[in-house]
């Protein structure tokens, strides 16, 4: 238990140094601050190694049979040779070497993302505002209008159109049209209040579990010791 306890109290110091930041900006701070993006830096170029590196490059190069393979992937050594040319920049007058893996990289990734990007954001969005305004409830649930959907849908295509026209600026938003802008105005409004009101709850969230942690996994566990001694 000796190597989970000394855990609990390093990770309960550095809880309280990054809540001394509450205070003012401080050693403490700072030094928590290092502590965790060396970490971080160093716990994903470790995955990054034996999840990435060794299945698809290493071990189909040099050893094939580790994933499956009955001979070695000589293709591998063009994307492998590209990489190492990222590290070029780190090389007196190598720079211009990274250039060529990195407008690779960004080509490759541009390309691939750009289909899915157009379908996520684009058609997927224009054809979730495509609703009936008038639903009908199923035979089985008695039939009528359903007037809950029917609404929700109304203020949906209404919001969207009203928000769209918001930001078409050929046209002064006076008269008819600034009610219309002002409408979109409130949606996004709504919008944006509800995105700010759903982070200030993730952040309550992690600090919630936090004062758990050294409530219940910290602090109590140590009484009762003290207690027990």
Not at 54 to 73: E, G, R, S, T, W
Not at 106 to 119: D, K, L
């Amino acid at each position: 238990m000796f190597w989970h306890d000394l855990g609990i109290w390093i990770a309960a110091a550095l809880t309280l140094a990054v809540f001394s930041f509450l205070y003012r900006d401080n050693l403490l701070y700072k030094a928590a601050e290092h502590i965790f993006v060396g970490v971080s830096a160093g716990y994903w170029v470790a995955r990054l190694y034996n999840d990435v590196l060794l299945p698809d490059l290493i071990y189909p190069l040099f050893d094939p049979k580790m994933v499956k393979l009955a001979h070695p992937q000589y293709l591998l050594i063009i994307p492998g040779l590209l990489g190492l040319l990222m590290l070029a920049r780190f090389l007196p007058g190598g720079f211009w070497l990274s250039r060529w893996p990195i407008a690779f990289v960004v080509g490759v990734s541009t390309g691939t993302y750009v289909p899915v990007a157009v379908q996520a954001f684009l058609l997927d969005q224009v054809g979730a505002t495509l609703v009936p305004v008038v639903v009908h409830r199923a035979a089985a649930a008695g039939g009528g209008m359903d007037w809950a959907t029917s609404l929700g849908n109304a203020l949906l295509i209404i919001g969207t159109l009203a928000t769209l026209s918001y930001f078409y600026f050929s046209r002064p938003h006076v008269g008819a049209f600034g009610a219309v802008t002002r409408v979109g105005i409130l949606f996004l409004m709504f919008a944006f209040g509800a995105a700010f009101g759903y982070t200030v709850m993730a952040r309550q969230s992690l600090l919630i579990g936090r004062v758990e942690f050294l409530i219940f996994d910290w602090i109590r566990p140590t009484l009762a010791a003290l207690g027990a001694g």
